[in-house]
Nanobody, 115 residues
Framework: QVQLVESGGGLVQPGGSLGLNCISS????????MGWYRQAHGKQRELVAQ???????RYLDSVKGRFTIAGDVARNTVYLQMNDLTPEDTAVYYC?????????WGKGTLVTVSS
C-alpha cells in the first residue's frame, strides 16, 4: 500500500524555522497536487500550502510570507519551509496528495513552537 512519509518537525522557539519533507513510498502516477495540512489540538484540519503538477501554489492566509512550499509532484515529493514560526503554528502537519480519483495522507509529524 502506498504511503506518504513525512520527516522533519519537532520543537522550535518562536521566530525559528523548520522544514518538513514528504515522499511517497512508491511513485503514484497522475497526482494533480501535493500539499500540507495541519491540525491543532481541538481544531479542524486546515490546508496550509499546496503545489499543483503545473507548479501553481496556494497558501493559508496566516502563513503567507512565512512558509514556502516546493515540490516535484510527478516524483511525489514536497517540501515545506517554515520561517518566523509562532505558537499558533503548533500542530500536527500532514502530507497530502490527490489525483486520479484517489487521496493519500501521511501519518503526520508534530511541530511545536514554544519557548
Amino acid at each position: 500500500q502506498v504511503q506518504l512519509v513525512e520527516s522533519g518537525g519537532g520543537l522550535v522557539q518562536p521566530g525559528g524555522s523548520l522544514g518538513l519533507n514528504c515522499i511517497s513510498s512508491e511513485i503514484i502516477s497522475s497526482i494533480a497536487a501535493m500539499g500540507w495540512y495541519r491540525q491543532a489540538h481541538g481544531k479542524q484540519r486546515e490546508l496550509v500550502a499546496q503545489v499543483t503538477s503545473a507548479g501553481f501554489t496556494r497558501y493559508l492566509d496566516s502563513v503567507k510570507g512565512r512558509f514556502t512550499i516546493a515540490g516535484d509532484v510527478a516524483r511525489n515529493t514536497v517540501y515545506l519551509q517554515m520561517n518566523d514560526l509562532t505558537p499558533e503554528d503548533t500542530a500536527v502537519y500532514y502530507c497530502h496528495a490527490y489525483g486520479n480519483a484517489s487521496t493519500y495522507w501521511g501519518k503526520g509529524t508534530l511541530v511545536t513552537v514554544s519557548s
